[in-house]
């Protein structure tokens, strides 16, 4: 089975530009997550999805920050204009809804905000 | 709220010992569950093991063990016969598993490295 699918892995750009991240979530989970993980604050949550409505964004730093989830298949999260503190790893999970059931991680976006 | 502690500095271990990882936990919600991954250096976040609030048996997943003490709020990850692959950050981690609320709150990890 494929896991959580994250694209790009890897994303440089310049202060100011438009930074989307996208997420495609197990097939069959119905929670998907977002996270950042940075050196200095560790792994924070950002926003999560229940059935692709947004359920929590008090992580989302600030209005920069968006998130969606236009269907069960597909997430994106973006970041404009973009800052060179949003430099960090950029996580995307997702889960089934039933207790006991892992998040299952996709490998990440690395973004560098030069 | 739910707050999850990690605590230890770097661990060091050596190869084919068994290391014990601490994290305590503590949380409002009657019903929860305890999760465990691993982060290696090249960044991705495996999920290792779980353990739910009202198991009666402490969780087991080949090498890895949970040392769960529900009334001491532990949730020690006991990994046997290290292998030099486990040298890595690990997270703990835990969630309600009543209500509609499914984020996971985490500790800030503890970086294992394991000598040959």
Request: hydrophobic share 35%.
């Amino acid at each position: 089975d494929a896991g959580v699918i994250q694209s790009p892995r890897h994303e440089v750009t310049e202060m100011g530009q438009e930074v989307t991240l996208r997420c495609k979530p197990i097939s069959g989970h119905n929670s998907l997550f977002w996270y950042r993980q940075t050196m200095m604050r560790g792994l924070e949550l950002l926003i999560y999805f229940n059935n692709n409505v947004p359920i929590d964004d008090s992580g989302m730093p600030e209005d920069r920050f968006s998130a969606k989830m236009p269907n069960a298949s597909f997430s994106t999260l973006k970041i404009q204009p973009s800052e060179p503190r949003d430099s960090a790893v950029y996580f995307c999970a997702s889960s089934p809804r039933r207790a006991g059931q892992p998040q299952h991680f996709g490998d990440g976006t690395r973004l560098s905000i030069l | 709220a739910q707050k999850i502690t990690q605590t230890q500095p770097g661990m060091f271990v050596q190869e084919k010992e068994a290391v014990t990882l601490d994290c305590t936990y503590d949380t409002s919600d009657p019903s929860y569950g305890l999760f465990w991954y691993k982060q290696p250096s090249s960044g991705e976040m495996i999920f290792l093991i779980y353990q739910g609030s009202y198991d009666q048996q402490n969780a087991t997943e080949g090498r890895y063990s949970l040392n769960f003490q529900k009334a001491r709020k532990s949730a020690n990850l006991v990994i046997s016969a290290s292998q030099l692959g486990d040298s890595a950050m690990y997270f703990c981690a835990m969630r309600a598993t009543t209500g509609a609320n499914s984020k996971l709150t985490f500790g800030k990890g503890i970086t294992l490295s394991v000598r040959p």
